[in-house]
């Protein structure tokens, strides 16, 4: 299909859930047979390349936890253990990065593990410029002001939607798709993104609002677009809860069943929805499941 997913980045820097956020990476690369881009980004490029080491045993990592000074390093061992427990456990081709992968062969799940160095929201962002779509784990209310940042960052200076895991690892994600549409830029770089998965979803809903939209099209015209695309859509009207359109759109994927949904990022500023509240804020500090935002 044209809009398939090849390459998946996973920045795994973040102090949300690692076990979440790779099982959601597999579930969605053995959907596209895509490329899994695990990058790690350190501060000490004497740190970074010792952990590059091939043939790293568990007991080795082991040993260098119990030798490592500084607790960043230890963390940094601890996901190099956590990747190679995953592509073993998961029977997954290791690759040392998506450029060794042959364009011109068939799709092949794989995945590679790289560490970076520098500033990590340049790092992370300048990679997904060239991803089809970045994953990150879902920000929990105890972590640091740093995986918010590049959190940020991945979506407003990226060009690239990015899907963020839900805070427990679901069994499915992408076979029962909400859109919440609004009618804004950012939602139609959303729909644009979610296309992939509509395309393979069992079943997908419109989500639309006299609470939620804005100056756009309608929903009855995103689900003729669909149509373009092979895609049969249904058209939900939910209610904003207690004047909230985030719980409204939850409450919506919930009835539906929905394991994603996709949605428009910030369609208002990021500041007045951290002082006023918001859809987006709603659903980065609630959702339950994948999540799909794009601007």
């Not at 895509?34 to 990058?39: D, F, Y």
């Not at 784990?137 to 939607?161: I, T, W």
């Not at 994603?260 to 859809?279: C, D, E, P, T």
Request: include cysteine; glycine fraction near 8%; charged fraction near 20%.
């Amino acid at each position: 299909m044209a809009n398939d997913v090849r390459n998946i980045l996973v920045p795994l820097n973040g102090a949300g859930n690692i076990d979440a956020v790779l099982r959601v990476g597999l579930l969605h690369a053995q959907t596209f047979n895509a490329h899994l881009s695990t990058v790690l980004v350190g501060d000490d490029p004497n740190e970074m390349a010792a952990l590059t080491g091939e043939g790293l045993s568990s007991s080795m990592i082991n040993e260098m936890m119990e030798a490592a000074e500084h607790e960043a390093h230890r963390r940094m061992l601890q996901v190099r253990l956590k990747f190679d427990a995953f592509i073993r456990d998961n029977a997954i081709q290791p690759k040392k990065g998506f450029l060794e992968n042959d364009p011109l062969s068939h799709a092949q799940l794989s995945a590679s593990l790289e560490f970076l160095t520098g500033s990590e929201h340049e790092a992370v962002t300048w990679r997904a410029r060239l991803s089809d779509l970045t994953l990150m784990p879902h920000l929990g209310p105890n972590d640091n002001a740093r995986a918010s940042e590049v959190l940020h960052a991945v979506l407003y200076d990226s060009g690239c939607p990015l899907v963020i895991a839900p805070p427990t690892p679901p069994a499915t994600s992408g076979t029962r798709l909400c859109i919440a549409w609004n009618g804004t830029s950012e939602a139609a770089s959303a729909l644009k993104g979610a296309l992939p998965y509509a395309e393979r979803a069992e079943a997908v809903q419109i989500l639309t609002s006299p609470d939620y939209h804005r100056r756009g099209p309608e929903a009855e015209t995103v689900q003729d677009y669909l149509k373009l695309h092979g895609v049969d859509a249904e058209i939900r009207v939910f209610k904003a809860i207690d004047r909230d359109v985030g719980a409204g759109i939850l409450a919506a994927c919930s009835d539906f069943g929905a394991d994603m949904l996709s949605m428009g990022a910030y369609s208002h500023s990021r500041l007045r929805q951290m002082i006023l509240g918001g859809a987006t804020r709603h659903i980065l500090e609630h959702a339950t499941i994948t999540v799909l935002m794009s601007r």
